[in-house]
Every structure is written in structure tokens, then in C-alpha cells.
């Protein structure tokens, strides 16, 4: 998945891991949208699994602020996405058994209210319909 040196991906120029997560997600489960003021997420989803991940840009002053985004991960790719700060993001396992997302993030978590970097919207943040596959 990539070479590290001193925290360093190789093809992540300015990126410094500084924690690695594992996550499954059950079939037809929805992990709605978080939101990281500081923290930037690199993800990947294994090959053999098949998630849809929305993206939202809601950074206030960006290009593409209040652009909503779909990709498929997995499905027989082999990739990594970056999700930069203020991006809100979440998925759906669109496959019939759990899927895998391993993640590397540049901030570690901390419980504490006063430093977490976890913000919470609700799943039908952009209407409940985003997470229906779209055919054509």
C-alpha cells in the first residue's frame, strides 16, 4: 500500500502518517458523514470489496465548495483517496459481505471533546437517496 519513511508516503507528498485504522462495515450498513477540521484521511478498500463513498465539500472559500462527490472503492481496483480537512465523508457497503476500509490519518484520535477531531452529521445529510446505486 505504500513505502513510509519516517511517516512519510511516498506518494502522499506532504502527507505524515500518524495512525492507521481498520474498519468493516456490514452489507447494506451506512457510515454516514463525519467531518475533520484538521485531520486528512487516505483510504483503501481491498479489491474483493465494493463501497460507495460520497464526498461534500463544505470548505468554505474552496473551488469546489458545496460539490458533492461519488466514487466506488474496491469492486477490482487497487487505489488509494485522499480526503482532505473539511470535506465530510461516509460510505455504504454495496457488496453482500462485510467490507474492509483501511485507513491512514495524519492526526490521531483523542476522546477528549476539547481536542477530537470527529464531527458528526446525520446520514441523510444530502438526502437519503445519494446511497441508492444509480443504473445506466
Same mark, same amino acid.
Given at each position: 500500500l505504500g513505502r513510509l519513511s519516517a511517516g512519510m508516503h511516498a506518494q502522499l507528498?506532504? @502527507?505524515e502518517?500518524?495512525? !492507521? /485504522? @481498520?474498519?468493516? #462495515?456490514?452489507?447494506?450498513a451506512i457510515k454516514a458523514y463525519h467531518m475533520h =477540521?484538521?485531520?486528512t484521511d487516505v483510504w483503501y478498500v481491498p479489491p474483493r %470489496?465494493? =463501497?460507495?463513498? !460520497?464526498?461534500? %465539500?463544505?470548505?468554505?472559500?474552496s473551488k469546489s465548495h458545496g460539490v458533492t462527490m461519488r466514487f466506488v472503492?474496491?469492486?477490482g481496483k487497487d487505489r488509494l483517496l485522499r480526503i482532505p480537512p473539511g !470535506?465530510?465523508?461516509?460510505?455504504? /457497503? =454495496?457488496?453482500?459481505e462485510k467490507a474492509s476500509i483501511l485507513y491512514f490519518v495524519d492526526v490521531q484520535f483523542s476522546a477528549d471533546?476539547?481536542?477530537t477531531d470527529e464531527g458528526r452529521l446525520p446520514w441523510? @445529510? =444530502?438526502?437519503?437517496? #445519494?446511497w441508492e446505486m444509480q443504473r445506466g
Open positions: 507528498p506532504g @502527507f502518517v500518524k495512525q !492507521v /485504522n @481498520f474498519s468493516e #462495515i456490514e452489507p447494506g =477540521l484538521r485531520q %470489496d465494493k =463501497l460507495l463513498l !460520497v464526498l461534500h %465539500d463544505c470548505r468554505k472559500g472503492l474496491g469492486d !470535506v465530510a465523508h461516509g460510505c455504504t /457497503n =454495496l457488496g453482500r471533546p476539547k481536542e441523510d @445529510f =444530502l438526502g437519503a437517496a #445519494i
